[in-house]
């Protein structure tokens, strides 16, 4: 965890204020206006920072507040454990939760105007030990979505993932750990495929995926407490769709058998799945209890993605690796030596909050499923499956996407090193 991003003042002294008021039991109306107004602020500073979540997360003694930004956590402030029941309260009036029920795991989502931008803020509430804990998650509606010529792929990799999302059937799974970007690369696609000519339905499950913004062409329905993701596909196949997204597969085999044969069937399919790497994506599927018959049948494609932080453009500067560096990379990547490269990192700047690094940049690999990969997942040989696919992606594996950014001056050795976990199941 790091220290460079801090609460600012404003947040400190209202902090304070809500704190003496407390103690000197002020009337419950000044508590929630002082409370709002905390909050409002701490909003403020995540939006200024780019913050994508913050977490409410009460010790013995206090309340610890942390921000991710650019995927990492950093501490944000530490406040009174005593204000934590107002902040509580005032979060669950705002998302219109039960307020007097203290012991149960409870979700909402509210929207405010922060900094002149409508904030979709997603909240969990749940209990611990020490409290109640809580973790906010942002949505700016004021950025556009993003197309997929936004995500910073490597030209190959984008020519291979737009032809794939020209088919007429198929399933293609993109697969990311949580947190990686694969929603946002499902709903780049569905940008790119927005058109009259295609009729898409969009299924979304509220806790797993922020709702896609009102797209002309695009149909969204959302599970409920009475439906599941199955239940809302079979319902969405009745409408003949040609594209249909789903969401997070989260080990439901129902759901993927009936993806897979709705695959087979004249429909593109799209899911998020949670795997480190495509080949990995399939052992996945298979201890899910799919079959690798179906596999074969209905399984276009695999896109597996990660994200690294991009190195800060205002202080980027180059340096020679030493010894040891060479020696930690070489563990990672043996087969790569950096004698006589120039590489590059973040010095640190008002910017970037004197972290380095300034935003995110996705990796990829795509798998595509040729018949020799169909052939031996219904021969039911995955050691042969493995074999072919890594030979397929020689040269455009994650790690391949990762060491270019790295040689290109996009990201630094030690991010790569950070985030390169996704390579040992190949
Ligand atoms: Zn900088």
Avoid: W
């Amino acid at each position: 965890m790091e220290n460079q991003y801090q609460c600012t003042k404003k947040v400190h002294s209202l902090v304070e204020q809500l704190k003496v008021g407390l103690k000197k039991n002020i009337n419950f109306t000044v508590q929630n206006t002082l409370a709002t107004k905390l909050l409002q602020c701490i909003f403020e500073d995540m939006i200024q920072m780019r913050a994508s979540k913050i977490n409410l997360q009460p010790d013995n003694n206090d309340l610890l507040m942390y921000q991710y930004i650019d995927g990492i956590l950093y501490k944000y402030c530490t406040c009174d454990k005593n204000i934590a029941n107002t902040l509580m309260l005032n979060l669950k009036l705002m998302a219109k939760l039960e307020t007097t029920k203290k012991y149960l795991p409870q979700y909402g989502q509210f929207s405010l105007d922060i900094a002149s931008c409508i904030i979709d803020i997603k909240l969990s509430i749940l209990p611990f030990k020490h409290g109640e804990a809580a973790i906010l998650q942002f949505f700016d509606n004021s950025k556009n979505l993003k197309k997929l010529d936004d995500l910073g792929m490597l030209n190959n990799t984008y020519a291979r993932i737009s032809s794939l999302l020209k088919k007429t059937s198929g399933m293609v799974f993109i697969a990311a750990s949580t947190g990686q970007g694969a929603t946002t690369t499902v709903y780049a696609g569905l940008q790119d495929l927005n058109q009259t000519k295609v009729k898409i339905i969009n299924i979304a499950d509220p806790h797993e995926s922020h709702q896609l913004p009102a797209l002309p062409y695009i149909e969204q329905r959302q599970t409920n407490l009475n439906t599941s993701l199955n239940h809302e596909l079979c319902s969405a196949l009745t409408q003949k769709p040609d594209v249909v997204s789903i969401g997070a597969i989260q080990g439901d085999k129902e759901l993927v058998d009936t993806s897979l044969n709705a695959a087979t069937r004249g429909h593109l399919i799209l899911a998020t799945l949670h795997a480190v790497n495509t080949v990995a994506s399939v052992s996945r599927l298979v201890d899910m209890g799919v079959k690798l018959n179906l596999l074969s049948m209905g399984l276009h494609a695999i896109i597996a993605q990660h994200l690294v932080r991009k190195i800060c453009t205002v202080c980027r500067t180059t340096y020679q690796p030493n010894q040891q560096e060479k020696a930690r990379f070489n563990l990672l990547f043996p087969s790569i030596s950096l004698e006589n490269k120039i590489l590059y990192k973040g010095a640190g700047c008002a910017h970037c909050h004197h972290t380095g690094y300034y935003d995110r940049i996705g990796i990829f690999e795509v798998l595509i499923l040729d018949k020799a990969l169909k052939k031996s997942l219904s021969n039911c040989n995955m050691a042969l499956f493995k074999e072919l696919a890594q030979k397929k992606l020689l040269g455009y594996t994650l790690q391949d996407n990762l060491i270019h950014l790295v040689f290109t001056g996009t990201t630094s050795l030690f991010e790569a090193q950070r985030s390169c976990y996704f390579n040992y199941s190949y």
